[in-house]
């Protein structure tokens, strides 16, 4: 498939709740894109030298939160890539302000019940660990939808294959970045 250079230009930030489809969604969205793809949470593992769960239970969220904050700023800075960002990065005012400017923001917007069944089986998120997915995924969601509103675009993340979803965000560039009668 060809891409038009607008899709191209700018870093793709995906925002949402865990399970959304972030990293999974952004992987193969960076392939058909022929960009660079980086994961937070993995930079910050890296920075840090310790798993997200080493990091809150160690460290504690607000030393997380710094170093998301401090990666993001980073990453932002680096030539245009997809950029799949924890689901509590957008809700920094700082972190949000820094993506409005440097970067295209797209929600990956699901309900909580679909996000609850994709996290389901895995331990590796210390915000659901000991927790009742659905309850504290809803008691998230709640709070943290008003913001994610605010992305530039916003996909429905639906049941439906990883390739669907790609092609949804690519049209939903498409069309907020390609003028009209341009496109190939
Ligand atoms: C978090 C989401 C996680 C990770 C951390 C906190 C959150 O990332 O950053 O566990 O606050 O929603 P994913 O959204 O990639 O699971």
């Given amino acids: 498939m060809s891409v038009e250079p607008a899709l191209r230009r700018k870093t793709i930030a995906l925002v949402g709740l865990m399970g959304a489809g972030k ?3 952004g992987r193969r969205l960076a392939q058909a894109l022929n960009l660079p793809f980086r994961d937070t949470d993995e ?10 769960n080493d990091i809150f239970a160690e460290l504690g969220e607000q030393a997380f939160r710094a170093g ?3 990666v993001i700023a980073r990453l932002l800075e680096d030539p245009p890539h997809v950029l799949a960002t924890g689901g509590g990065a957008f809700m920094s005012d ?3 302000a820094l993506i409005k400017d440097k970067a295209i923001s797209v929600w990956l917007k699901a309900d909580v019940e679909v996000l609850a069944r994709r996290v389901g089986r895995k331990n590796d998120r210390p915000l659901l660990r000991g927790r009742n997915p659905v309850t ?3 008691e998230l969601a709640e709070v943290r939808y008003p913001i994610y509103a605010q992305a530039d675009i916003t996909v429905d993340s639906i049941d439906t294959s990883h390739a669907a979803m790609v092609q949804a965000i690519i049209e939903a560039l498409r069309a907020r970045l390609v003028p009209e009668g341009t496109a190939s």
């Fill in 43 to 52: 930079e910050v593992e890296r920075a840090a030298g310790r798993s997200v």
């Fill in 136 to 138: 504290t995924l809803r």
């Fill in 94 to 96: 700082e972190t949000r």
């Fill in 68 to 70: 998301e904050r401090r």
């Fill in 23 to 25: 990293s999974s969604v």
